[in-house]
């Protein structure tokens, strides 16, 4: 009896689906018959700045045949990872906001378009060492640059003057200020060096000159160990050891309450930086103030990037030439550059962008020249050629300095350690390398 | 009837194979080819040409097993087994022991608010691990802490940070333990009981000479699960990471993977390594399984 039933049952299921087979192909697909309509080229586009969709429903309401869908991400490293999974399983969204250093790592992966051709108007809205992060220093155009981080030094003005220190011109001057301060308040740091920002320490090698990265012609050059990025190092690492400057890493609640509670007086950041000290020490509005780097000689002027993105295409879009549209849009248009300042908080990376940053941020109240000041810094910001693998090295950075500031061991043996891996990794990959 | 009957016994090699099938579409999609495909990875490799920047100079080759020796002989992943090991032992240790103590205080004659304590100890597992990391997470932080103002120690200084990342696997695993352990618990009869009380046991003895030993099998699965999610460890140190500089991209193995497949862009890599970390829980769960089935079941 038991079997009988399940007989039935199969012998029903069975009946059901041919019932349904037979049913299905007396109708006509519908799809089949009509053409289909030229309908609305749909984009998506993965970024992470504040009210990008804001900007794109501008752009959608101006062109109804090209209509973005944002994506917000969470940016950093992971949405990097992020993007490159997803192009490499097939499914990339069609714009991506690439950050500089990761350009190559993309373009190495094939996951980006080369969308040179109709760039010659767009390269002239971009300075010459911008342009070159999105070109990697071939003929091949990668992205559209949107934003830069060119570093300066924010301070907290009040306490400064409370405990009577200059705002320091040189590095020197910065060591001495950063005894002093221990001194007079023992619970109290001038700044910290952060293990876990591998960006914020490229950006100020790259201040001293270093150049971790050169192409010269089909080889890889790799100088991460060169004689600036070690004089950066050993300069932090002895900060960090004789306990002048302290070694937590930035962005944990700890930095947080650290910086509002007035607890840490200095950070090497860059331009994109009220964003930060608004939303994670509400306490100091009004009371932090920028001014440029510190300098390895008197009377310089250099500073170096830390950060900075660009709106790439995907490879693997459909729709490249609607992209590049809307990406030339973006970073180059007057209406377009505005929204990103005034909705993005982006420092636009277009010549003219400067232009429209008129009223210091709110958080900046107490120095209405804020962005006269970020562009006098931003002219001395030099950057330099990113690597196939800043992902391995960016690692490695994160890795050898938190042993390094944990032990407080010699930091240029870490540097040496992110030359050593990121070589080794070129070389497993099979990169042509010189010495 | 007897048409249909007679239809029924020609089918019948089929008709197991007609409802398994559901079962065997979904493990063979979900399961086995994703099985297959790692395999396949980890034979292979990325091969660059030149700079690596124009089109077509990746290309995919296969290298036999060039990741599993790298794997096998990479003195960081066998440092973080160390790490896990001490880890391991820790939380398997503690957990269990807890979730055994709540079920037999549970299950005692004289508890009393039984319900709520029994929820109490259970609601941790149903906070998700990531959360339940970062919670630890601020609470282990120096200057926010209310337990740094009592306890003068870096929670997440080289030494402690072992015990703190234990204590948020073992804050949100015991409830779970001690559920099965109870549910167990309240399937004996109470008839052993009344036995033994009349034999003069007190409530110890009972749990020790009765409750402990019937719950045996209970206890080797709690154990053989706890194992096989003391080797995944990853979402405890993976979400501390970012608040203190001594927890390393590779300090359990898993985080190797992950750092591999995802940071590194080296899937090949981590796909040779998943299959050696697959193999090392597999033989350490049946291991254990091999050593006490015995005394558990070896009974009958």
């Known amino acids: ?435 | 009837m007897t048409r249909r009957r007679s239809g029924g016994a020609r089918d019948a090699g089929a008709v197991p194979y007609l409802f398994l099938a559901p079962a065997m579409v979904l493990f063979t999609l979900f399961m086995a080819v994703p099985i297959v495909y790692t395999a396949y990875l980890s034979l292979r490799r990325t091969k660059v040409s030149g700079l690596g920047l124009g089109k077509n100079s990746r290309t995919e080759i296969f290298v036999g097993l060039d990741n599993y020796s790298a794997a096998i002989t990479d003195g960081e992943l066998w440092a973080g087994w160390l790490r896990v090991l001490g880890y391991g032992l820790l939380v398997l240790a503690v957990m269990l022991g807890l979730a055994l103590l709540f079920a037999l205080l549970l299950d005692s004659a004289h508890v009393r608010l039984a319900r709520f304590s029994r929820i109490a100890v259970f609601l941790p597992y149903a906070v998700p691990g990531v959360a339940a990391s970062l919670l630890w997470g601020f609470l282990y932080l120096p200057s926010l802490s209310p337990i740094r103002q009592v306890l003068d120690i870096d929670l997440l200084g080289t030494g402690a940070v072992t015990f703190s990342m234990a204590n948020v696997a073992v804050w949100g695993g015991v409830g779970f333990n001690m559920l099965v352990l109870y549910t167990n618990l309240r399937a004996v009869p109470r008839t052993y009981y009344e036995a033994a009380r009349i034999d003069g046991a007190g409530e110890i003895q009972i749990a020790l000479r009765i409750k402990i030993p019937i719950m045996m099998p209970a206890i080797i699965l709690t154990t053989v699960f706890s194992i096989i999610a003391t080797i995944q460890v990853f979402t405890e140190p993976t979400t501390l990471r970012p608040l203190t500089n001594t927890i390393s991209s590779t300090w359990s193995p898993l985080m190797k993977v992950y750092r591999d497949a995802f940071v590194t862009g080296d899937l090949y890599s981590a796909a040779a390594t998943s299959i050696v970390i697959a193999a090392i829980s597999l033989v350490l769960s049946f291991g254990f399984l091999r050593v006490v089935r015995n005394r558990a079941f070896g009974e009958g």
């Open chain 1, 1 to 435: 009896m038991h079997r009988n039933r399940l007989a039935v049952a199969v012998g029903a299921a069975l009946a059901t689906l041919v019932a349904g087979c037979s049913g299905a192909s007396q109708e006509p697909a519908p799809a089949a018959q009509s053409s289909a309509p030229a309908g609305p080229v749909k984009l998506t586009y993965w970024s992470w700045v504040p009210n990008m969709d804001k900007i794109a429903a501008v752009w959608n309401e101006a062109h109804p045949d090209i209509q973005v869908t944002i994506s917000k991400q969470a940016g950093g490293d992971d949405a990097a990872a992020k993007f490159l999974t997803a192009a490499k399983a097939g499914n990339p969204p069609d714009l991506v906001q690439a950050e500089y250093q990761m350009l190559p790592s993309f373009v190495a992966a094939d996951a980006l378009a080369d969308i040179k051709n109709d760039m010659s108007q767009t390269k002239a809205e971009f300075s010459e060492g911008i342009w070159g992060l999105v070109t990697l220093g071939t003929d091949a155009v990668y992205a559209i640059p949107q934003d830069s981080g060119p570093m300066m030094l924010y301070y907290r003005q009040d306490l400064f003057k409370k405990y009577g220190i200059e705002v320091p011109k040189t590095w020197d001057e910065y060591a001495e200020a950063a005894r002093t301060v221990r001194k007079k308040d023992p619970k109290v740091f001038l700044g910290t060096f952060s293990s876990k920002d591998p960006g914020a320490f490229v950006g100020l090698a790259q201040q001293a000159g270093a150049q971790w990265w050169s192409i010269s012609g089909q080889s890889w050059k790799v100088g991460i160990n060169d004689e600036p990025t070690k004089k950066v190092a050993d300069y932090w690492g002895g900060l960090v050891k004789e306990g002048a400057i302290d070694g937590q890493p930035y962005f944990t609640p700890e930095w947080n309450k650290a910086l509002n509670d007035g607890k840490l007086l200095t950070w090497p950041s860059a331009v994109w930086g009220p964003g930060v000290l608004s939303g994670n020490a509400p306490n100091g509005k009004g009371k932090w103030a920028i001014a440029p780097l510190p300098q390895w000689n008197a009377g310089e002027s250099l500073s170096g990037f830390w950060g900075g993105s660009s709106t790439a295409i995907a490879e693997k879009s459909p729709n490249k030439a609607a992209a590049t549209q809307f990406a030339t849009w973006l970073n180059t248009d007057p209406q377009a550059l505005g929204l990103l300042v005034k909705e993005g908080a982006v420092y636009p990376a277009s010549t003219k962008g400067g232009g429209l940053l008129g009223e210091a941020p709110d958080y900046f109240s107490n120095q209405p020249d804020f962005w006269e000041q970020a562009a006098a810094i931003s002219a001395g910001a030099r950057g330099f050629t990113f690597g196939p693998n800043v992902n391995v090295t960016y690692n490695a950075f994160k890795d050898a300095f938190d042993k390094a500031v944990h032990d407080k061991s010699v930091f240029s043996d870490a540097v040496q350690t992110m030359q050593e891996t990121t070589v080794a990794d070129m070389q497993k990959s099979g990169f042509q390398l010189t010495q």
